[in-house]
């Protein structure tokens, strides 16, 4: 297995405070079941998990116990959230499709580049995407990576993810039919080489690793394999993520060949369960937003893209109502050009206020729960992380609250959804790691990752044929 590129300095991951880390003076977002906001309050963290969670000022016992002290004042502290769904390798793939459908954009742009990726340039797409979603507060990313032209990419990926010192789960994707022939792969194939990788990175880095499979889509998938994969993920404890009835013409395509939408499909080969994540689901009839409800499975939700493809606007009131899971996410860079976690809450609750009139439709409240607590439930974790509160994994995120796009705050969840972005994250901690340290990325040097990423673009999309201004 070759290491990564020899021009990019990736330094040792910081030491975690065995001593313990105290975030104090800000406005603690907890996202628990009353969701609490201690304001001001703090968060003791020691070594990988939260040790305990307070309103006012921390005791003075605490204070003198740790090693180290950060200083929240006029910040807000949050759960990390999870980015549900997204596609890494596309961080090379931006604005190359603006103005298509998606079947339109995966012929035009998708296809033509992807099948010149490698091992290198996969590797740096990936970290240079899990920079940004660490970015953006995201401190578990759920990659949908569907790219084996190089038998070595997923490798490539959880090295990356190693590296970076995000939460990952790799939903190592396939398509066994239908598909753009280059990118396809028979169930044996899939099932043979994601043993390998699951050897080498399942429970890797602190269990900050893991890895399931994940069918592409429901019309590049038979029933003979989705069952194969299905099974054998379960085998180990992993779940299933499939793009589900993300447009209206892949719905009457499942009509006309198999007589069923995608819910009912899935649902007769076994699939659905709380182990299950359904990207996308914009296109769910009544019918099948009980079978998914009654089911458990979790709907990963990806307002900007969906926008952006003018793929629709899933019914998210209904699903919230009915006990469905909902999580957050950005989906790939090819279809959004950027991975923000703070847009995209901001967009859900926007798009469903407006699409029913009705301006109570979501509330702030409503968001932070999706992109922490829904998002916790797509990784299997809903246990472990998307709260702050004692015994849950220390993965946390710091806001600065006072700037001229955020202040005066008069509540800090509206804050936070109608008026954060990335550029007002300070400090990002997974796993008890400080990985951004107020604003400065510790792991790499972040100037080096971009003039490598660039120049491996250019080459992939130089060999794709694709013009493009990419020049260093």
């Given at each position: 297995?070759?290491?990564?590129?020899?021009?990019?300095?990736?330094?040792?991951?910081?030491?975690?405070?065995?001593?313990?880390?105290?975030?104090?003076?800000?406005?603690?977002?907890?996202?628990?079941?009353?969701?609490?906001?201690?304001?001001?309050?703090?968060?003791?963290?020691?070594?990988?998990?939260?040790?305990?969670?307070?309103?006012?000022?921390?005791?003075?016992?605490?204070?003198?116990?740790?090693?180290?002290?950060?200083?929240?004042?006029?910040?807000?502290?949050?759960?990390?959230?999870?980015?549900?769904?997204?596609?890494?390798?596309?961080?090379?793939?931006?604005?190359?499709?603006?103005?298509?459908?998606?079947?339109?954009?995966?012929?035009?742009?998708?296809?033509?580049?992807?099948?010149?990726?490698?091992?290198?340039?996969?590797?740096?797409?990936?970290?240079?995407?899990?920079?940004?979603?660490?970015?953006?507060?995201?401190?578990?990313?759920?990659?949908?990576?569907?790219?084996?032209?190089?038998a070595d990419i997923d490798d490539a990926v959880c090295t990356?993810?190693?590296?970076?010192?995000?939460?990952?789960?790799?939903?190592?994707?396939?398509?066994?039919?239908?598909?753009?022939?280059?990118?396809?792969?028979?169930?044996?194939?899939?099932?043979?080489?994601v043993e390998e990788v699951r050897r080498q990175w399942e429970?890797?880095?602190?269990?900050?690793?893991?890895?399931?499979?994940?069918?592409?889509?429901?019309?590049?998938?038979?029933?003979?394999?989705?069952?194969?994969?299905?099974?054998?993920?379960?085998?180990?404890?992993?779940?299933?993520?499939?793009?589900?009835?993300?447009?209206?013409?892949?719905?009457?395509?499942?009509?006309?060949?198999?007589?069923?939408?995608?819910?009912?499909?899935?649902?007769?080969?076994?699939?659905?369960?709380?182990?299950?994540?359904?990207?996308?689901?914009?296109?769910?009839?009544?019918?099948?937003?009980?079978?998914?409800?009654?089911?458990?499975?979790?709907?990963?939700?990806?307002?900007?893209?969906?926008?952006?493809?003018?793929?629709?606007?899933?019914?998210?009131?209904?699903?919230?109502?009915?006990?469905?899971?909902?999580?957050?996410?950005?989906?790939?860079?090819?279809?959004?050009?950027?991975?923000?976690?703070?847009?995209?809450?901001?967009?859900?609750?926007?798009?469903?206020?407006?699409?029913?009139?009705?301006?109570?439709?979501?509330?702030?409240?409503?968001?932070?729960?999706?992109?922490?607590?829904?998002?916790?439930?797509?990784?299997?974790?809903?246990?472990?992380?998307?709260?702050?509160?004692?015994?849950?994994?220390?993965?946390?995120?710091?806001?600065?609250?006072?700037?001229?796009?955020?202040?005066?705050?008069?509540?800090?969840?509206?804050?936070?959804?109608?008026?954060?972005?990335?550029?007002?994250?300070?400090?990002?901690?997974?796993?008890g790691r400080v990985l951004i340290d107020e604003g400065r990325?510790?792991?790499?040097?972040?100037?080096?990752?971009?003039?490598?990423?660039?120049?491996?673009?250019?080459?992939?999309?130089?060999?794709?044929?694709?013009?493009?201004?990419?020049?260093?």
């Open positions: 297995m070759s290491s990564e590129p020899r021009s990019l300095p990736v330094f040792a991951l910081p030491t975690r405070a065995s001593e313990g880390l105290l975030i104090e003076g800000g406005a603690v977002v907890t996202v628990d079941d009353r969701f609490s906001v201690h304001d001001p309050g703090w968060v003791l963290v020691v070594a990988d998990r939260i040790e305990d969670v307070g309103p006012g000022a921390a005791p003075e016992t605490i204070r003198r116990s740790v090693s180290r002290v950060i200083d929240a004042t006029d910040l807000a502290v949050m759960p990390g959230m999870v980015n549900g769904h997204t596609h890494l390798f596309q961080t090379f793939f931006r604005g190359l499709a603006d103005d298509k459908a998606l079947l339109d954009w995966l012929r035009d742009c998708i296809w033509p580049g992807a099948v010149h990726l490698d091992r290198d340039s996969a590797h740096l797409a990936a970290l240079l995407g899990m920079i940004e979603n660490l970015r953006t507060g995201a401190t578990s990313i759920i990659d949908h990576q569907y790219i084996h032209i190089d990356a993810a190693s590296q970076a010192g995000v939460r990952f789960l790799l939903a190592r994707g396939w398509a066994d039919r239908n598909y753009h022939p280059p990118l396809a792969e028979p169930s044996d194939l899939v099932l043979e080489r429970g890797h880095d602190n269990d900050r690793l893991r890895i399931e499979l994940a069918p592409l889509i429901p019309w590049g998938c038979s029933d003979e394999a989705m069952t194969a994969t299905v099974a054998a993920s379960r085998a180990w404890g992993g779940g299933t993520h499939i793009h589900c009835a993300e447009t209206a013409i892949e719905v009457e395509m499942s009509l006309e060949e198999r007589g069923m939408r995608h819910v009912p499909w899935l649902d007769s080969l076994g699939v659905l369960g709380p182990d299950t994540q359904l990207a996308h689901s914009v296109w769910l009839d009544d019918d099948e937003l009980d079978l998914v409800a009654a089911r458990g499975s979790v709907v990963v939700h990806c307002p900007i893209s969906n926008m952006y493809l003018a793929s629709g606007i899933p019914r998210i009131v209904e699903m919230l109502d009915r006990g469905i899971p909902v999580a957050l996410a950005s989906d790939g860079p090819g279809s959004n050009n950027r991975q923000d976690l703070f847009e995209a809450m901001k967009a859900a609750v926007l798009l469903q206020k407006v699409d029913r009139l009705d301006p109570m439709a979501l509330q702030p409240e409503d968001a932070l729960r999706m992109a922490c607590r829904g998002g916790a439930a797509a990784l299997g974790l809903a246990d472990s992380v998307g709260v702050l509160e004692p015994g849950r994994k220390a993965d946390l995120v710091v806001v600065d609250l006072d700037s001229v796009f955020v202040a005066p705050v008069h509540r800090v969840p509206s804050a936070l959804v109608f008026n954060a972005s990335p550029s007002d994250v300070s400090h990002v901690v997974v796993d990325i510790t792991m790499l040097d972040e100037a080096a990752l971009r003039t490598a990423a660039n120049a491996a673009a250019r080459r992939v999309f130089e060999r794709a044929g694709i013009t493009s201004r990419i020049t260093r």
